[in-house]
């Protein structure tokens, strides 16, 4: 019995008319990287275990896609190895790549690699997919895209206002509603502080950031599980409730970590980004958002993630300031910042809100009917001219009947068809055939193509 094909869990296949969408979005987002003065470069799919382990603390490592060696990968490990069935130990033994989680850490092997070819401050963006071993369901899968774009070699926060800017273009251009929501790590490091928890800071931004998903009784269940007395929890829960507008939230903020020199730092940077981005005509919704944490470690500074506000779905963008992510690479010092536009979500996004432009979905406009081998010949030269005018058409390959060749036109939603029969090639003419109203009418190649344009 033939087995029936199928593809791994969170992992999808795309239609033409899907692929034909998914360009319009890596399209959209690269035409405001590029304005925005970003390069582009790419990085291979794998990259070598060493490089990935420990950027993404215990969760992240526990998702990445780890590929085992080619060959006899049992021949280093003992008996006594292969009997203790630990499967993380095993792996380390006989995987040395993995598939990459996400781009900025490749990104970040790249720069210390490439130093000598680099200018900087270097912008770059990367539209790439990425895998993660994580539990499939609505809006989250294995296999995605990211779309990313960062700036390294520079401190500036003006870089941290660009990008705010770059994500409010990006989804005006598409249509999509989104609150933009900001934090800084500096400010939930002052916050670990003053609850008397300093060295507690990854538990307590990794439990919070889940407050949307699980809720503020499970975030305080997970602290507590995680060791931080009921005192500091007590501490902890004003701060994550506080509301207000974003300058009412930073004033409170000033008063609460006024004794932390860390916590202080980052409403500063805060307040630099909120107050500058005011004046530059945002659309989106701009936040100051405590709850947010970003679970990853390495971000260090300001914080930004994009929730759409029209469709219930997971952040459809985010990102951040890691100030020494090259240093783990051997170059100290290197400050970078950036965002990821989750592609795979405003897929989705687009999708239920039906925000596609007529022509994303487009593919072929004008479709020229083979009647045999004359009709063929005398069509053929229309066909390259209207090519080289920059329309999208194509003949039929074979002299079928013309009920199969509109059916053709029809299922690819063609909406021209062009005609050549005997009295047509008599007089150098065409029948051009509007499939949306039915019209036909007798042109000149040159009226056609006009036609078509038009």
């Known amino acids: 019995m033939v087995t029936k094909p199928c593809i791994p869990k969170g992992t999808r296949d795309f239609s033409p008319v899907e692929m034909a969408k998914r360009n319009y979005i890596f399209d959209t987002i690269r035409e405001v990287f590029r304005l925005y003065g970003f390069q582009q470069i790419e990085t291979p799919a794998m990259e070598s ?59 970040a092997r790249y720069v210390v690699m490439h130093r000598d070819e680099i200018t900087f401050p270097f912008k770059r963006f990367q539209i790439q997919p990425v895998w993660r071993a994580d539990r499939p369901q609505k809006g989250r899968y294995r296999e995605f895209y990211q779309c990313d774009a960062d700036v390294v070699g520079s401190d ?40 008397g928890e300093a060295e507690k800071i990854v538990d307590i931004t990794v439990a919070i950031d889940k407050l949307d998903k699980i809720g503020l009784e499970n975030v305080n269940a997970e602290l507590a599980s995680k060791g931080i007395p009921q005192e500091a929890i007590d501490k902890l829960q004003p701060i994550i409730r506080l509301s207000g507008t974003n300058q009412e939230k930073l004033d409170t903020l000033k008063q609460t970590l006024a004794s932390s020199e860390t916590g202080m730092k980052g409403i500063e940077e805060s307040e630099f980004i909120l107050n500058t981005i005011a004046g530059l005509g945002i659309h989106s919704e701009v936040e100051l958002d405590l709850t947010l944490a970003r ?75 083979n009647f ?42 063609i909406p021209f068809v062009a005609i050549a029969g005997e009295n047509e090639m ?29």
């Open 426 to 454: 008599q007089e150098g003419k065409l029948t051009l055939k509007n499939m949306a109203t039915g019209e036909q009418t007798l042109v000149t190649p040159d009226e056609l193509i006009e036609a078509v344009k038009r």
């Open 372 to 413: 045999g081998a004359a009709e063929s010949a005398y069509v053929l030269p229309v066909l390259a001219k209207a090519r080289q005018a920059g329309i999208r058409a194509e003949i039929f390959p074979d002299a079928s009947k013309m009920k199969k060749q509109m059916s053709y036109a029809n299922a690819k939603a």
């Open 295 to 369: 679970g990853l470690n390495y971000y260090t500074g300001a914080i930004f993630e994009v929730k759409a506000l029209d469709v219930q779905i997971g952040s459809i963008s985010g990102g951040g300031r890691y100030d020494n992510l090259t240093g783990v690479f051997g170059l100290p010092g290197v400050s970078g910042v950036g965002i990821s536009f989750g592609a795979d979500r405003i897929y989705d996004v687009l999708n239920q809100l039906d925000l596609y432009p007529k022509e994303a979905s487009a593919s072929t406009q004008l479709l020229f009917v």
């Open 49 to 107: 275990l060493s490089t990935l382990m420990g950027k993404y603390g215990d969760e992240g490592d526990k998702l990445l896609f780890k590929i085992q060696n080619s060959g006899d990968y049992f021949s280093g490990l003992t008996d006594e190895e292969l009997l203790s069935r630990n499967a993380a130990k095993l792996a380390c033994k006989f995987c040395e790549k993995g598939l990459r989680y996400d781009l900025t850490v490749p990104f």
């Open 156 to 195: 500036s926060l003006l870089n941290e206002v660009e990008l705010v800017q770059m994500l409010d273009t990006v989804f005006r251009k598409f249509g999509i509603r989104v609150a933009i929501k900001i934090n800084n790590r500096k400010i939930l490091s002052g916050i670990a502080e003053i609850i």
